[in-house]
């Protein structure tokens, strides 16, 4: 009987965990997720396929050799034969990560899954750009980054490889807003295209958005703190600490101006997206007459905090059994904290990075 491989893209900051956690170990009938252990297939899949394989953060930060990085390219294509070759059912794979691929990469995929099934349906969710790119900039944050930039969505970058390489017919880009989902949801929408009763999987929100006092303290720290990654345990220190601070400063959300982002965009990506996927996100880099003043009240509110920030971080150190002293200003109080995620992070062998990989 002829098999499909449901093969989802991403893009990024466009409901992927949720698809994921919703569908992970999903076992119906007709259609079964592929097992690894992890609800997304982004490390398998890059580390199988990419070039770059040795670069991924991960390997770097938890000093994983390029040897071991080609053992474990080894060890995910055997899993992942298995998982194919364990019945005869239509599976699904979710990867973010797809849409970084080089075309080579993901022609050497196409040949790589083609061996196994007759039909493989390219599924991608895409949101408007403002929208990605404040989404996509707390994600930079998290990563550390230390600057105040508006990351663009390159539609063209991540999609054209696909809609080159694979038939039209079984390449799906939808728009990301409820009103073009059916059900309202990605999960539902996604369960829908694959042939998935909704009854039989979770729809699950994840993702939300930090406030905007979270993103200011962690910019600040990115911008002046001490270097947090390049071992494990210090990563895990760090995941601790921005989570901490994530969950315990509520507030409004961190978004981004669309101003910041209008200038930016580039109407050629935009108009490329309308010629090649219909969907039309012209409008949003039509710039705006005030747009200059609003920026820079945007990054003078980002670079400092007023004494209701300042009273809300004391109160995140004494969550934590510490205690500010009158004269600490924010970076030190907010080096006190994270120090005290480092004393509780374990230390980092080669057991561990694997249960994590």
């Keep these: 009987m002829p098999r499909k491989?449901?093969?989802?893209?991403g893009f990024p900051?466009?409901?992927s965990k949720s698809i994921q956690r919703a569908f992970f170990r999903y076992n119906g009938p007709l259609v079964r997720y592929l097992e690894i252990g992890r609800p997304t297939h982004s490390p398998s899949l890059f580390?199988?396929?990419s070039e770059r394989r040795h670069q991924m953060g991960f390997y770097l930060a938890n000093g994983v050799t390029p040897s071991e990085v080609d053992e474990l390219k080894e060890d995910f294509k055997r899993r992942y034969r298995e998982q194919i070759e364990l019945d005869g059912k239509d599976m699904i794979l979710s990867a973010e990560v797809a849409v970084f691929l080089q075309p080579p990469e993901v022609a050497a995929m196409k040949e790589y899954f083609s061996d196994f099934f007759d039909t493989i349906k390219v599924i991608c969710y895409v949101r408007e750009p403002i929208g990605f790119s404040g989404s996509n900039y707390q994600?930079?944050?998290r990563a550390r980054f230390d600057r105040i930039a508006a990351?663009?969505?390159a539609y063209r970058d991540k999609l054209e490889k696909y809609l080159n390489l694979f038939p039209s017919k079984d390449v799906s880009v939808i728009e990301n807003a409820a009103a073009n989902l059916r059900g309202g949801s990605v999960v539902t929408d996604f369960a829908n295209r694959i042939g998935v009763e909704t009854q039989d999987v979770e729809d699950m929100r994840l993702n939300r958005s930090?406030?905007?006092l979270a993103g200011k303290l962690l910019l600040h720290f990115n911008r002046h703190g001490n270097p947090t990654s390049g071992s494990g345990r210090l990563d895990g220190a760090w995941h601790s600490f921005r989570m901490f601070l994530e969950e315990t400063l509520e507030g409004?959300?961190?978004?981004l101006p669309a101003a910041m982002v209008q200038p930016q965009l580039d109407p050629s990506d935009l108009e490329w997206l309308n010629d090649a996927t219909g969907i039309d996100f012209r409008a949003a880099a039509e710039p705006r007459s005030d747009g200059d003043e609003i920026v820079r009240e945007f990054i003078s509110e980002m670079e400092n905090f007023d004494p209701d920030e300042v009273a809300a971080l004391e109160h995140c150190l004494n969550l934590r059994g510490l205690r500010a002293e009158p004269e600490d200003g924010v970076l030190r109080m907010l080096e006190e904290l994270f120090a005290s995620f480092v004393k509780e992070a374990p230390?980092?062998?080669?057991?561990s990075w694997r249960s994590r990989i």
């Design 151 to 153: 990351p663009l969505p």
């Design 347 to 351: 230390v980092t062998d080669e057991a």
């Design 252 to 255: 409004s959300p961190l978004t």
């Design 47 to 49: 580390t199988i396929f």
């Design 13 to 15: 900051k466009s409901g």
């Design 139 to 141: 994600q930079d944050l």
């Design 210 to 212: 930090m406030s905007r």
């Design 5 to 9: 491989l449901y093969l989802h893209i």
